[in-house]
Nanobody
Framework: QVRLVESGGGLVQPGGSLRLSCAAS????????MGWYRQAPGNQRELVAR???????RYADFVEGRFTISRDNAKNTVNLQMNNLNPEDTAVYYC???????????WGQGTQVTVSS
């Protein structure tokens, strides 16, 4: 069993920055992919960024260079540095961990990000 706990969300003005963190605990597989997803009211959950245990990174097109995903293997954490936020980034951000090469995985409870003036 894997447990994921997100933190770092909050209220920020347009153009501001936030750093999200996802801490994983339990029986973490050797090969995995961890990612950040987001869901705004009335929208489907969508991928923001992902990183594998081997270090391969992928970003959604809407990130446009504003976000950076990173990991700390010693702490079993994945971070998402978000810069130049705009109101369209407002959503609940969720952390996911999936064992490679299997689909699915575990989800955290989410952390709210609100971008507003």
């Amino acid at each position: 069993q894997v447990r994921l706990v997100e933190s770092g969300g909050g209220l920020v003005q347009p153009g501001g920055s936030l750093r999200l963190s996802c801490a994983a605990s339990g029986r973490i597989p050797a090969l995995y992919v961890m990612g950040w997803y987001r869901q705004a009211p009335g929208n489907q959950r969508e991928l923001v960024a992902r990183i594998t245990s081997g270090g391969t990174i992928r970003y959604a097109d809407f990130v446009e260079g504003r976000f950076t995903i990173s990991r700390d293997n010693a702490k079993n954490t994945v971070n998402l540095q978000m810069n130049n936020l705009n109101p369209e980034d407002t959503a609940v951000y969720y952390c996911n961990l999936a064992r490679l090469p299997l689909p699915g995985g575990y989800w955290g409870q989410g952390t709210q990000v609100t971008v507003s003036s």
